[in-house]
């Protein structure tokens, strides 16, 4: 018996952990050149399905072409309709393993070969430099997963020969659900579709079970490999499970389907085998995943605009906007949180500037009071996941983004402050006494929102200091002129001159937050930018 378990217990963790290292060291090695085609080449479904089947055959994992894909999503760098066609390219994508063990793993002893790649891998891990490593990694994980499949076929040939798997459920409708489900059990205990699939394989090979058992196998854990990319957005933000549930549902729309129609894809798969010289066995196993998953990808992605409206009623957004995106699984990918903090951050100094532009303009509202007692808890939420973002110590850039964000929540927090002040005061700086500030104010206001609005404040930088500069002035002329003025006036109209300056100075320094946002936002989004030091530019006269 110990000749049975050990090698296929030991051969399928083998499999398992050279897998784990090959897609970690894969992304770690050029991960974030896939990570920026997935943001940058997803413009239309078409693209975004092409962007998803070769990122996830060339990163060896659906599971890390979806988490990546989730925190896109989230930080809103892409569309969930993009999303959705990365998602149907990573589940054709996910088929290409299936291809390698079939026509390679189990067909050439390779275990033996790829010994020399596991020793020279764990070389250049132990003491390489740089990025080299990480290929290291990947390298000794490729030769281990070869060698766990020669050791799990070991263990297979044995397993046959005392238990009758071919005695698993066979013939009529619901035998090959029996058995899709047992596949999906497999591939949520192994966490890996890829592993249940090349343990199906391997029990096809040595003729374990028949092709029919193994092709609901297949289908079960096609199923399966969803469940990794549910339980990362346990907790996560409305965006990260709409994209879960999309991808839940297209597996299981297009697992269905291959069940019900197993005996037509099963007649196309010996067709195939007749006509076009395919073997059987494991590769014509193989054929039959990338065969109903591509049926699938036909059905689905003509109609991806529909579905994700589908699935977008299914889960309605119900969070606060300025917050909804910073997702905790974000974390993991620094760039990624970085830009959805940025995000947050644009979008609240923009609810704070509308209020801000009404007070000048004396529109009457009863909202501001609100309007600025949510956004505190926000800005908090904001700074709490900025001050969770740690970057790599040789970043630079990334730490110069995250100090440029802390900065800028500063002075938010600063500006909400100075709004809820005046609210509270109920100053109308509609009277004729705020008539000098009112040019430059409305000026600095419309240069920030627009830069704001258009993601490029730096090009506004030069005319927003300006005018705050000559705010500064303007107040502390007119504040020389009204203390004069009350010096000899009667106590009351010396009172209210004090009340009146505060009022000036509460403009002047509205005036440098807002400027000091607008830099620090600018120096959060410039990757020039960040990587110059980030620190306090200096006031114009009159600052804090």
């Known amino acids: 018996m110990h000749d049975i378990v050990f090698p296929f217990a030991g051969g399928l963790g083998l499999f398992l952990i050279g897998m784990m290292l090959l897609s970690q060291g894969l992304v770690a090695f050029g991960g974030s050149t896939m990570k920026q085609a997935l943001a940058h080449f997803t413009g239309t479904p078409t693209k975004a399905f092409v962007s998803g089947t070769l990122a996830t055959m060339a990163l060896q994992s659906s599971t890390a072409t979806t988490v990546t894909l989730i925190g896109f999503v989230s930080a809103g760098l892409i569309s969930f309709s993009q999303a959705i066609g990365v998602l149907i390219g990573a589940s054709l994508g996910n088929t290409a393993t299936g291809w390698i063990v079939a026509t390679l793993g189990l067909k050439?002893?390779?275990?033996?070969?790829?010994?020399?790649?596991?020793?020279?891998?764990?070389?250049?891990?132990?003491?390489?430099?740089?990025?080299?490593?990480?290929?290291?990694?990947?390298?000794?994980?490729?030769?281990?997963?070869?060698?766990?499949?020669?050791?799990?076929?070991?263990?297979?040939r044995g397993l046959a020969q005392v238990f009758d798997l071919a005695a698993l459920p066979s013939g009529g409708f619901w035998a090959p659900v029996l058995t899709m489900l047992i596949g999906?059990?497999?591939?949520?205990?192994?966490?890996?579709?890829?592993?249940?699939?090349?343990?199906?394989?391997?029990?096809?090979?040595?003729?374990?079970?028949?092709?029919?058992?193994?092709?609901?196998?297949?289908?079960?854990?096609?199923?399966?490999?969803?469940?990794?990319?549910?339980?990362?957005?346990?907790?996560?933000?409305?965006?990260?499970?709409?994209?879960?549930?999309?991808?839940?549902?297209?597996?299981?729309v297009v697992g269905a389907i291959a069940i019900a129609l197993l005996p037509v894809f099963l007649w196309a798969i010996a067709w195939l085998g007749s006509h076009a010289g395919l073997d059987a066995g494991a590769t014509s196993l193989a054929a039959f995943h990338t065969l109903f998953i591509a049926v699938g990808v036909l059905l689905f992605l003509p109609f991806v605009p529909r579905f994700a409206r589908l699935v977008e009623r299914f889960l309605p957004d119900r969070g606060e906007a300025t917050t909804q995106r910073l997702d905790a699984s974000l974390l993991s990918l620094p760039a990624v949180?970085?830009?959805?903090?940025?995000?947050?951050?644009?979008?609240?100094?923009?609810?704070?500037?509308?209020?801000?532009?009404?007070?000048?303009?004396?529109?009457?509202?009863?909202t501001h009071e609100a309007r600025l007692q949510q956004a505190a808890p926000s800005l908090n939420e904001i700074y709490d996941f900025v001050s969770r973002i740690e970057s790599p110590a040789d970043d630079t850039v990334a730490a110069a983004q995250r100090i440029a964000q802390l900065h800028a929540i500063d002075h938010l927090l600063r500006f909400r402050s100075r709004l809820q002040e005046l609210t509270q005061a109920r100053v109308d700086l509609t009277e004729p006494g705020y008539h000098w500030a009112m040019q430059n104010s409305r000026q600095i206001?419309?240069?920030?929102?627009?830069?704001?609005?258009?993601?490029?404040v730096q090009s506004s930088m030069e005319s927003l200091v300006l005018n705050a500069m000559a705010l500064s002035k303007l107040s502390r002329e007119v504040r020389h002129d009204v203390l004069k003025a009350a010096v000899s006036g009667p106590d009351s109209e010396a009172h209210i001159a004090l009340q009146r300056t505060d009022s000036f100075r509460w403009l002047e320094r509205t005036a440098n937050h807002i400027w000091r946002i607008c830099h620090y936002l600018s120096q959060g989004r410039s990757s020039e930018g960040s990587q110059r030091e980030v620190q306090e530019t200096a006031p114009p006269p009159g600052g804090l």
């Open 337 to 366: 949180a970085l830009e959805a903090s940025q995000r947050a951050l644009e979008v609240a100094s923009l609810g704070l500037l509308d209020v801000y532009g009404e007070m000048l303009s004396g529109t009457a509202t009863t």
């Open 445 to 456: 206001l419309n240069l920030a929102r627009s830069g704001l609005e258009r993601q490029d």
């Open 108 to 156: 050439v002893s390779l275990g033996f070969y790829t010994l020399p790649l596991i020793g020279i891998g764990a070389l250049l891990k132990l003491l390489a430099r740089g990025r080299v490593t990480e290929l290291g990694m990947a390298m000794a994980g490729f030769g281990l997963m070869f060698l766990g499949l020669d050791t799990l076929q070991q263990g297979m």
């Open 184 to 252: 999906l059990v497999l591939t949520a205990v192994l966490q890996s579709s890829t592993a249940a699939i090349a343990t199906t394989l391997t029990a096809l090979h040595t003729q374990a079970i028949n092709f029919d058992q193994a092709a609901a196998v297949v289908v079960g854990a096609a199923i399966g490999t969803t469940l990794t990319g549910a339980l990362v957005t346990v907790g996560g933000t409305i965006h990260a499970k709409r994209t879960a549930l999309a991808y839940i549902l297209f597996n299981a």
